[in-house]
């Protein structure tokens, strides 16, 4: 079992223990993801993190994506190298299992809306009873693609850091699947469920990203080469 590190003496330990793997948090085929972006060629998608947090802005782990073809991997590990020691198992120790990805219809964040389209869709909510924000716009919870939430920093322009281009949303990583209000965005397996009252709600993914928030990642609509671009709201 890995070793939680107190905050003080960890980049002593490290040093000692030398460079740590990195720690896989999800493998995506374009098989079972039809449209997850990915280069010509590539149908395969890693996705892995540091297993210490202060890497980035917001408290984000340092993050490597890789783009590989899956014909080409003839001698797979039985099981991926571990670190000696984490920064904290609750946070980004992901537990192991299978994703059954299921596509889902969303439209944009309402901040992100012309102001007379948000006005009509303002009425539209007080004459149906329904939250727009909550329960149609952003889909919570981790997804590949999609829209963007803005709960934290609000609508800002994201460029690519090495040649100023637009970039594409790749990956949310979710500290939760949805936040137990908006029934829309329940999973139909748990619809029924009875929501517990405590610290962990049954809807958490066991990721707890910065404070409760999410990690957003985003790619360079020019070149898969660039670096890409993580945001943490």
């Not at 782990?61 to 797979?76: G, Y």
């Not at 979710?174 to 137990?180: F, V």
């Not at 209000?181 to 990203?209: N, Q, V």
């Not at 609509?221 to 945001?231: F, G, R």
């Amino acid at each position: 079992m890995s070793a939680i590190l107190r905050r003080i003496p960890y980049e002593e330990e490290i040093a000692q223990n030398g460079p740590l793997p990195m720690l896989p948090v999800a493998q995506l085929y374009a098989a079972d993801v039809p449209l997850l972006p990915r280069p010509d060629g590539a149908d395969l998608f890693q996705f892995l993190w540091c297993p210490f947090t202060d890497h980035a802005e917001g408290y984000a782990p340092r993050i490597v994506l890789r783009w590989r073809t899956a014909a080409d991997i003839r001698d797979p590990l039985a099981a991926a190298p571990q670190p000696s020691v984490i920064g904290s198992p609750g946070n980004l120790l992901p537990d192991p299992c299978v994703l059954h990805p299921e596509t889902v219809t969303e439209y944009p964040n309402s901040f992100e809306l012309p102001r007379d389209l948000r006005e009509r869709i303002d009425a539209w909510e007080s004459r149906h009873g329904v939250d727009y924000h909550g329960e149609l716009s952003v889909a919570p919870g981790c997804k590949v693609g999609g829209h963007v939430h803005w709960e934290v920093i609000g609508p800002v322009s994201i460029v690519c850091a090495e040649c100023g281009s637009d970039v594409r949303p790749l990956l949310t990583i979710d500290s939760y699947d949805w936040d137990g209000e908006a029934p829309s965005w329940r999973p139909i397996e748990e619809f029924d469920a009875e929501l517990p009252d405590d610290i962990t709600p049954a809807w958490s993914t066991k990721l707890y990203i910065s404070r409760g928030y999410s990690l957003q990642l985003y790619t360079c609509e020019t070149s898969w080469d660039h670096p890409h671009v993580q945001k943490v709201q």
